[in-house]
């Protein structure tokens, strides 16, 4: 598989906290990756760190290099904005906004320049079917997306960040607010995406990343632990903290 | 002996004396704001009823009490609100987004921060002097209805700014968040994201700023806006009064008749204020619902 995330010596500083240590990782591309380890172990910073929304929290200081496909994303010639469209971000919590489900769609591709109603009702279809949340939406596209249920929001969250077409999808313990159903459709959905989408996921449940992801990337204390198949990692791991964190000794 | 058996009443019984007692001293509190309210509405109501006719619409200040009317005063009210509101909001809203959504949280910002706060309850006297200085003299705008909505301008900018911020920063984070990792720029963000779901709060905000320069006399009395006023305003630069200095002006005088004349004014311009309060609650309740 060809590498598309080339992350080299990350180090991540919270003013003096060292949030994360020498991370380096390579990421394959239309693959499921998956972050795992305790709170706190930086699995989740990491991951803001692929589309730089870290950059939000001050005193963030980053040394180190994260390439995608060979440029430097925090180098000068990427605009995070346009890094943000091409990696995609859905977060722990659904977060549409307090707007129909059609304009929380279409915001992304709005945000862009597209104007035209008619590729906007196409991207708001193909995204909401992309999600497989097409069937159970399409005659209400004008309702809030605050009517839909938690998981139905989550997968709108999805085809929101689908809808500006990017490459990578980040995915921030998406189904740590949803129930064993709607959790279920995710991992599913996660499944179909994969073959079009880099998935990178954090999750707080070992047994998602076991049943979802082809990759698994063990953290503890900001350090990469362990990094390997998940088949591998998860029935002969090769370092003794994840056996004991897989095995439920901590975490 | 049954579980429900408490042995201690006579300590239960003790707390809920207590108890009772705050309950009846809450309720009198509440009662003294509300019967002062009361008695102030009946006081008025009884003096100005019986003059609050259409006479008063219409008429121009005289003289003479059975002919004196507010209409240069009420329309000297509205204009001004009409040359305020748009500045006000612009430059208040403005300020508040900068403070919280562009504005790096540092000693500076917070300095600021505390300077408005600071503002907001500065006495409005204050207000008419920095206007006097500034626009009366410093800018040659002289004694006109620009003077006197911009100093008004001053005078609700930090009531504006404050609540402003209280709107903005009660959108949740996560709505930035959503916007930003779509790759949205900070402005797109503030506009398309974060100003839709705190426009209902500012607006309620702008309102009850406007309806307390509505009620102010201290600062237009300060830049010289005049009692006596037998025209409409021509212009933005013409001379013009308001109704609470109208009312002023009536109250100071010695007849009988010219008091009753201002209890109606006053009548007036309380349901005016409570016009612009129930504009401000339906407001937010419209906009609450869609959310």
């Known amino acids: ?118 590729k906007l009702d196409e991207i708001v279809e193909q995204s909401l079917r992309q999600s497989v949340l097409w069937d159970e939406v399409k005659d209400y596209l004008k309702r809030s997306a605050f009517s839909l249920s938690g998981g139905q929001q989550q997968r709108l969250c999805i085809a929101r960040a689908l809808a500006v077409n990017p490459d990578i999808l980040l995915m921030d313990e998406a189904t740590s607010a949803l129930d064993p159903i709607s959790t279920l459709k995710i991992e599913e959905l996660v499944q179909e995406l994969k073959d079009r989408y880099t998935i990178v996921m954090v999750t707080h449940n070992m047994h998602q990343a076991a049943r979802v992801s082809d990759q698994t990337v063990f953290f503890l204390n900001g350090e990469v632990v362990e990094f390997s198949q998940t088949e591998q990692l998860f029935s002969n791991p090769t370092d003794q903290r994840t056996e004991d964190y897989i095995t439920g000794r901590f975490g | 002996m049954s579980i429900l058996q408490d042995a201690n009443r006579e300590q239960i019984s003790r707390r809920r004396k207590i108890d009772w007692i705050l309950h009846i001293l809450f309720i009198a509190a509440t009662a003294v704001g509300i019967l002062a309210l009361m008695a102030l509405l009946v006081n008025i109501m009884m003096d100005g009823l019986s003059r609050l006719s259409p006479d008063l619409f219409t008429n ?110 009660a959108v949740p984070r996560q709505r930035r968040d959503a916007s930003f990792a779509l790759g949205a720029t900070r402005w797109q963000t503030v506009s398309g994201s974060v100003l839709p779901s705190a426009m209902p709060g500012i607006m309620t905000g702008v309102i009850l700023a406007l309806s307390r320069a509505i009620g102010e006399t201290a600062p237009l009395v300060m830049i010289g806006a005049l009692t006596f006023v037998a025209f409409l305003p021509n212009g933005i630069m013409d001379s013009f009064t308001v109704m609470p200095i109208q009312i002023f002006n009536w109250i100071s005088r010695p007849q009988e008749a010219f008091h009753e004349l201002a209890a109606a004014g006053i009548i007036l311009l309380l349901g005016l204020l409570l016009i612009m309060n129930f504009a401000a609650i339906l407001l937010r309740n419209k906009y609450s619902k869609n959310l």
């Not at chain 1, 605009?79 to 129909?100: A, H, I, W």
């Not at chain 2, 987004?97 to 540092?106: D, F, G, S, V």
């Not at chain 2, 503002?119 to 620009?146: C, D, K, N, Q, W």
Request: charged share 15%.
């Open chain 1, 1 to 118: 598989m060809n590498t598309l995330i080339d992350i080299k010596k990350l180090n991540l500083y919270y003013g003096t906290y060292h949030a994360l240590k020498d991370v380096s990782l390579t990421i394959p591309e239309k693959a499921v990756t998956a972050f795992i380890g305790p709170s706190g172990c930086g699995k989740s910073t990491l991951l803001r760190t692929l589309n730089r929304m870290n950059d939000m929290i001050a005193g963030t200081k980053i040394v180190g290099s994260v390439e995608i496909t060979g440029t430097d994303i925090y180098s000068n010639e990427v605009d995070v904005e346009t890094l943000r469209k091409k990696v995609g971000m859905v977060f722990q919590q659904p977060n549409p906004f307090p707007k129909s489900i059609y304009d929380n769609i279409a915001y992304g591709p709005r945000l862009h320049g597209i104007r035209s109603k008619q």
């Open chain 2, 60 to 169: 121009y200040p005289s003289r003479m009490a059975s002919k004196a009317g507010l209409k240069s005063a009420i329309v000297g009210s509205i204009y001004m609100v009409l040359i305020m509101t748009p500045i006000s909001f612009i430059l208040g809203v403005g300020a508040a987004i900068y403070l919280e959504e562009y504005a790096n949280k540092n000693w500076l910002t917070r300095l600021i921060q505390l300077n408005i706060s600071t503002l907001a309850g500065v006495p409005s006297i204050v207000y008419g002097i920095l206007g006097l200085t500034i626009f009366v003299r410093g800018m040659h705008l002289e004694r006109s209805l620009l003077s006197g909505a911009l100093t008004m301008t001053l005078l609700v900018l930090p009531i504006i700014i404050v609540s402003a911020q209280e709107a903005l920063r």
